[in-house]
């Protein structure tokens, strides 16, 4: 039985077996039931135990469903194995040089002499210093930069902005009888306020992102160095190689065979000689290679930091010239909101007192012609001054009438009027927020 089958067999099994058990205790109070699903879980453990192990090793597979091997890797999927990604050493060779750089590289390797130790020590000490210098300068930058100071300048931008018309408003009887005029003046004096505190961080933010612009420059000067850097050490790498080759298989070959038909200690300390000096060379080498690593890695990390720069620039551009101006627009429109606020305010009182002027015209045309009948009345007077008096009369209260409701349907229609304007304003608002 191989492990896909132990699988699928202690599944059903382990699972049969609780089912069996727990309807044979609990729904047919059954003990033969019970024992019959206890020793089909028992009967899983054991197909676990015996069967559910790695084809390659032989060794237990765990619990779960691996896709490898947890001790010698073999794959176990259904699946073909993906294949892992290979990745291909970069070789150093001459195919990284122009035509006059290889040339430069030929004549400067028959410039090296191996036997020179002060020459071995100091080859490609100059281009090693200036990586370690340019590494010093890039590590110096990034202590001094405060970013943070950056962000709590942003932070407490976007506070100023949102604090604004946050002003407490006094409720109860003082908040009923506080004057309109009195908070267009609070709007304004609070504006003033923030407009003050937002130009002292809008400078702070022009300096930040005057010094980033700077930074960005320089990162591109450092760039450019570290490229020639890493072009240096490739060449000193590239003549020392070819250098230490041509030792190697001309002139220390010739010591070995010199040494070995000789046979002398002079000719042997010869040869020993010659190849400690190679070896020392060749470490020489490859510490320049190492060094030439570091240079390739400053060069993404070079681009990093400068990335980082570039972002926190486009940020705060975007709050000078997007952020603050919108804000200030946003400033115009409630100012403007109170404005009319005010005179909708203004136009309401003269409403309620025209229609208060009427009320009292016609409660004193009530009473003077109910004073007028009176007089009327005590005294002989002729039909068509009772009928005219009537007509009158009459014509009065259609007048009233009239009058009534042309108000009541002017009201109606400003009230249609206001809601129209209202919703026009709020929909402008969410299209300047959108």
């Given at each position: 039985?191989?492990?896909?089958?132990a699988?699928?067999?202690?599944?059903?099994?382990?699972?049969?077996?609780?089912?069996?058990?727990?309807?044979?205790?609990?729904?047919?109070?059954?003990?033969?039931?019970?024992?019959l699903?206890?020793?089909?879980?028992?009967?899983?453990?054991?197909?676990?135990w015996?069967?559910?192990?790695?084809?390659?090793?032989?060794?237990?597979l765990?619990?779960?469903?691996?896709?490898?091997?947890?001790?010698?890797?073999?794959?176990?999927?259904?699946?073909?194995?993906?294949?892992?990604?290979?990745?291909?050493?970069?070789?150093?060779?001459?195919?990284?040089?122009?035509?006059?750089?290889?040339?430069?590289?030929?004549?400067?390797?028959?410039?090296?002499?191996?036997?020179?130790?002060?020459?071995?020590?100091?080859?490609?000490?100059?281009?090693?210093?200036?990586?370690?210098?340019?590494?010093e300068?890039?590590?110096?930058n990034?202590?001094?930069?405060?970013?943070?100071?950056?962000?709590?300048?942003?932070?407490?931008?976007?506070?100023?902005?949102?604090?604004?018309?946050?002003?407490?408003?006094?409720?109860?009887?003082?908040?009923?009888?506080?004057?309109?005029?009195?908070?267009?003046?609070?709007?304004?004096?609070?504006?003033?306020?923030?407009?003050?505190?937002?130009?002292?961080?809008?400078?702070?933010?022009?300096?930040?992102?005057?010094?980033?612009?700077?930074?960005?420059?320089?990162?591109?000067?450092?760039?450019?160095?570290?490229?020639?850097?890493y072009?240096?050490?490739?060449?000193?790498?590239?003549?020392?190689?070819?250098?230490?080759?041509?030792?190697?298989?001309?002139?220390?070959?010739?010591?070995?065979?010199?040494?070995?038909?000789?046979?002398?200690?002079?000719?042997?300390?010869?040869?020993?000689?010659?190849?400690?000096?190679?070896?020392?060379?060749?470490?020489?080498?490859?510490?320049?290679?190492?060094?030439?690593m570091?240079?390739?890695?400053?060069?993404?990390?070079?681009?990093l930091?400068?990335?980082?720069?570039?972002?926190?620039?486009?940020k705060?551009?975007?709050?000078?010239?997007?952020?603050?101006?919108?804000?200030?627009?946003?400033?115009?429109?409630?100012?403007?909101?109170?404005?009319?606020?005010?005179?909708?305010?203004?136009?309401?009182?003269?409403?309620?007192?025209?229609?208060?002027?009427?009320?009292?015209?016609?409660?004193?045309?009530?009473?003077?012609?109910?004073?007028?009948?009176?007089?009327?009345?005590?005294?002989?007077?002729?039909?068509?001054?009772l009928?005219?008096?009537?007509?009158?009369?009459?014509?009065?209260?259609?007048?009233?009438?009239?009058?009534q409701?042309?108000?009541?349907a002017?009201?109606?229609?400003?009230?249609?009027?206001?809601?129209?304007?209202?919703?026009?304003?709020?929909?402008?608002?969410?299209?300047?927020?959108?």
């Open positions: 039985m191989n492990y896909k089958k699988r699928a067999w202690q599944d059903i099994l382990l699972f049969g077996g609780a089912f069996v058990a727990g309807v044979g205790v609990w729904g047919f109070d059954s003990t033969f039931l019970g024992l699903g206890l020793a089909m879980v028992l009967l899983s453990i054991l197909v676990w015996l069967y559910y192990r790695c084809p390659q090793c032989h060794e237990s765990g619990r779960g469903n691996p896709k490898h091997c947890p001790h010698c890797g073999a794959w176990l999927g259904d699946e073909p194995e993906p294949e892992e990604k290979k990745i291909e050493p970069v070789e150093m060779d001459e195919k990284l040089l122009t035509d006059e750089e290889k040339k430069a590289v030929e004549e400067f390797s028959h410039k090296i002499d191996v036997r020179d130790t002060n020459m071995i020590l100091q080859y490609g000490a100059a281009a090693q210093k200036n990586v370690a210098g340019f590494s300068s890039a590590l110096n990034v202590r001094s930069k405060d970013l943070g100071e950056i962000g709590q300048d942003l932070s407490r931008l976007v506070v100023e902005l949102k604090g604004f018309g946050d002003s407490d408003e006094k409720k109860g009887l003082m908040g009923l009888f506080k004057k309109a005029g009195n908070r267009l003046e609070s709007m304004k004096a609070q504006y003033s306020k923030v407009e003050a505190n937002v130009e002292k961080i809008s400078q702070s933010l022009e300096q930040h992102q005057i010094t980033l612009l700077k930074d960005v420059a320089m990162f591109d000067q450092m760039y450019e160095l570290n490229l020639k850097y072009k240096e050490l490739t060449m000193y790498i590239l003549a020392g190689k070819k250098r230490l080759e041509e030792v190697r298989s001309g002139e220390l070959e010739e010591l070995r065979k010199k040494a070995e038909q000789s046979g002398t200690a002079e000719d042997a300390q010869a040869y020993n000689d010659l190849v400690n000096l190679c070896n020392r060379f060749e470490k020489k080498i490859h510490d320049l290679e190492l060094t030439r570091v240079s390739v890695q400053m060069g993404p990390q070079t681009r930091l400068q990335n980082n720069d570039t972002l926190m620039i486009e705060i551009q975007s709050s000078l010239v997007n952020t603050i101006p919108l804000w200030k627009s946003q400033m115009v429109l409630a100012l403007g909101l109170e404005h009319s606020r005010q005179a909708t305010a203004a136009q309401s009182a003269v409403t309620e007192m025209t229609n208060e002027l009427l009320k009292k015209n016609a409660d004193t045309l009530k009473m003077g012609t109910i004073a007028t009948a009176k007089e009327a009345e005590r005294s002989i007077v002729d039909i068509e001054t009928q005219h008096t009537n007509q009158q009369l009459i014509e009065s209260l259609d007048e009233v009438a009239r009058i409701q042309e108000g009541a002017k009201r109606r229609e400003a009230e249609a009027q206001l809601g129209r304007i209202e919703g026009e304003l709020k929909q402008k608002l969410l299209e300047l927020r959108g």
